[in-house]
């Protein structure tokens, strides 16, 4: 089974319309990620969390926002899609005591906003 | 500001050759880690190899190396004996606390890498 699993893995909807992505991990990791991938533009951090009581915003918060409902589970939410929003986003864990943080990625999730 | 650079978009290299591929990076930190990250057509990220700043040797790792240069601020990637199962898009990648407390994680733009038979 997958340590980083993510829902939907592709997702078309319409633009306002409030979406969620969902994450859930089994590595026992503290800290989680969201990226979004854009061709020509490599990862951007959208949001982090360092423990369920903590939420920090990356590069490029605007128009999302997440919600740390359990260590495991990390979503993020577009309240009112936009196309621009369209793009492969990503889930990542990273554990807090390992020095190097290197960072376990899901398996994706392609949004596309008409 | 911290930035990662990638200059080389595409690249192929024939099977069993060598392949370099390049990153530069900025920052005014002096503590801080760097990763080359894989993503083959499964689009699922890969960690290839990691750096800590503070090492000065080169970390390995099978065919993967890196050439890490901490004054010219490069870090790249040599891949030796490359097998179809290299091609992948390559993303360098670089993590720092800052010293005003806030974390960074930053990706390059990326190289796309085809291996041919």
């Known amino acids: 089974d997958a340590d980083v699993t993510q829902t939907p893995r592709n997702r078309i909807t319409k633009t306002g319309k409030r979406i969620m992505l969902e994450c859930s991990q089994t590595?026992?990791?503290?800290?989680m990620y969201w990226y979004r991938q854009d061709p020509g533009l490599g990862l951007r951090l959208i949001y982090y969390?360092?423990?369920?009581?903590?939420?920090n915003k990356g590069e490029i918060s605007d128009g999302y926002s997440v919600s740390r409902q359990a260590q495991a589970k990390f979503s993020l939410s577009l309240e009112s899609a936009i196309p621009n929003q369209t793009a492969l986003y990503f889930c990542?864990?990273?554990?807090?005591?390992?020095?190097?943080?290197?960072?376990?990625f899901g398996p994706g999730t392609r949004l596309t906003v008409l | 500001a911290q930035t990662v650079t990638q200059s080389q978009p595409e690249m192929s290299v024939q099977e069993a050759e060598t392949v370099t591929l390049s990153c530069t990076y900025d920052?005014?930190?002096?503590?801080?880690?760097l990763f080359w990250y894989k993503q083959p057509p499964s689009r699922q990220m890969i960690l290839v190899i990691r750096?800590?700043?503070?090492?000065?040797q080169n970390a390995t790792e099978n065919r993967f190396s890196v050439n890490f240069q901490k004054a010219a601020k490069s870090f790249s990637l040599k891949i030796s004996d490359s097998q179809l199962g290299d091609t992948a898009m390559y993303f360098c990648?670089?993590?720092?606390?800052?010293?005003?407390?806030?974390?960074?994680?930053?990706f390059g733009t990326g190289t796309r890498l085809k291996v041919l038979a």
């Open positions: 990648a670089f993590l720092v606390f800052t010293t005003s407390g806030t974390y960074k994680y930053i």
């Open positions: 920052t005014s930190e002096n503590n801080y880690y």
């Open positions: 750096q800590e700043a503070y090492k000065q």
């Open positions: 969390s360092f423990d369920v009581k903590d939420i």
């Open positions: 590595k026992g990791h503290d800290r």
């Open positions: 990542a864990t990273s554990d807090l005591d390992a020095v190097d943080n290197e960072q376990f």
